[in-house]
């Protein structure tokens, strides 16, 4: 159940994505539409940088790691074989008298509806594909699904990927891709959208090596997650009891955050031994296994599968980072505390007074230097403090501000967001300050 405070904060963090141009509801000015968001000016700067922050780490940092990118729609047949078209779906109930519709198993109390009390139907099951049709010709259409999970296109491109790169077993594909679900109950902002993006690494062994791999991803997982965040005793593990496992799992964990509703999933670390492979083969009738170059061997590989939600994970990753501070003035200060490398710009720069001819060139001609390597903030409004104020709420970490003693000695100002303490520097130097501040992350 969530209490006031905690909705307090989600309510904070939605409103702030607005303001500041993180996030905005879909179709607004049509009154929105449920479990649809649009990241705006700076928010798709900052996810850029989150899916950038990935892949560089678990694509451009691996060699046994390669990168696909799948198209959204797929033969239907994909989501048979899937068993995603008999079974993809949850439970849901409708309430007889205000037709509102709700998951039991998320309800605090199934007997009656949380909106007017009223009775609810028996529940039945309701898949949550969204299906379109391809094809031109009336009564010739082919119905086809929109990925329910971004992975399958990885299945679909095993074979294509071995033979057209050097990867040997054990190897995997990555791929951050678009998925869509009809979900009964989108809700708290982005952890439960109907349209969102996935981050999923399928990693290929032979079986004898799978527990060894398994283990080895578990960890690898919660060690990316950790040193991102900043509380990081809001991440934990969850392993799912033997009756959520599906029957192809010898074991299935979740890595959770401890969101404000309580601890909710942001990562699956899958066991998923030969059953996709086998199952594409199966409906496709093409032989999928694998040859060992070395020894000879041929078998279906086993696979370790990590899914993530990239929007749950910012989400989560925007609410571990937001503070509100109160100053010595009684100001509430609030600020988000993002590492530099997913920040939206990596520096902010104001001259003073917008109506000082040489202090703006100046800080155009230190713009234009920045610029060209990194993506950086400018602002010459007139109100230093509305400056800051608006830089700490979407994570910039230093501003910089041309003043009149820049004209007497060429220095400027550095701001820190998180001490706000404040450095002079020379305008020459900046560039190389920063490059120094932004090795290493
Ligand atoms: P849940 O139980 O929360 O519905 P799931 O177990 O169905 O999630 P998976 O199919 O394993 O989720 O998907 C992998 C990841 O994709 C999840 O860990 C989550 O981060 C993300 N994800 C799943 N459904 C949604 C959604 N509706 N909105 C945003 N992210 C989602």
């Not at 074989?81 to 079974?87: P, R, W």
């Not at 960890?219 to 033997?242: C, E, G, V």
Request: hydrophobic residues 35%; contains cysteine.
């Amino acid at each position: 159940m969530v209490n006031e405070k905690e909705n307090d904060i989600v309510s904070k963090i939605v409103s702030l994505c607005k303001r500041r141009g993180i996030i905005f509801q879909d179709s607004e000015i049509y009154g929105g539409i449920q479990g649809f968001y649009d990241y705006g000016p700076v928010g798709s700067q900052m996810k850029l940088n989150w899916k950038n922050l990935w892949w560089r780490d678990n694509v451009i940092r691996r060699r046994d790691v390669v990168g696909i990118d799948g198209s959204i729609i797929t033969h239907p047949k994909v989501w048979e074989a899937s068993g995603h078209v008999q079974n993809f779906g949850d439970l849901l109930v409708e309430c007889k008298n205000c037709h509102h519709r709700f998951r039991p198993d998320l309800l605090d109390d199934p007997s009656k509806c949380p909106d007017c009390g009223g009775p609810f139907t028996a529940p039945r099951k309701f898949n949550i594909l969204f299906q379109t049709e391809v094809g031109v010709i009336e009564g010739e259409k082919m119905t086809a699904y929109l990925k329910g999970e971004a992975c399958q296109t990885i299945y679909l491109d095993f074979i294509n990927v071995v033979d057209s790169t050097r990867v040997k077993i054990p190897f995997g594909i990555a791929q951050i891709g678009k998925a869509f679900r009809n979900e009964i109950t989108p809700k708290n902002f982005l952890y439960r959208a109907r349209e969102f993006e996935q981050w999923d690494i399928q990693y290929f062994v032979h079986p004898a090596e799978m527990d060894k791999w398994y283990e080895y991803w578990k960890d690898n997982r919660m060690n990316w997650y950790q040193k991102i965040f900043n509380h990081k005793d809001q991440l934990r593990f969850r392993q799912h009891a033997p009756d959520e496992l599906a029957f192809y799992a010898k074991k299935a964990f979740d890595i959770e955050y401890r969101a404000p509703w309580g601890w909710a999933e942001m990562e699956g670390i899958h066991w998923r031994g030969d059953y996709d492979l086998t199952q594409h083969s199966k409906f496709s009738g093409k032989d999928l296994s694998y040859n060992d170059p070395v020894s000879h061997e041929k078998y279906l590989p086993w696979i370790t599968e990590t899914s993530g939600g990239v929007d749950r994970s910012f989400f989560f990753m925007l609410l571990d980072a937001y503070h509100e501070d109160k100053l010595e003035n009684g100001e509430i200060r609030t600020w988000l505390q993002i590492s530099p490398i997913i920040s939206a710009y990596k520096m902010a720069i104001f001259p003073l007074a917008a109506n000082k001819p040489e202090l703006v060139q100046k800080a155009e001609s230190i713009y234009q230097s920045l610029s060209r390597k990194y993506s950086i903030d400018w602002d010459d409004s007139s109100n230093i403090g509305k400056k800051y104020r608006r830089q700490d709420e979407i994570g910039t970490p230093w501003c910089l501000t041309v003043d009149y003693q820049t004209m007497e000695d060429d220095t400027v100002t550095i701001r820190d967001r998180d001490t706000m303490e404040q450095i002079r520097l020379k305008s020459s130097e900046v560039l190389s300050w920063l490059e120094k501040k932004l090795e290493n992350l």
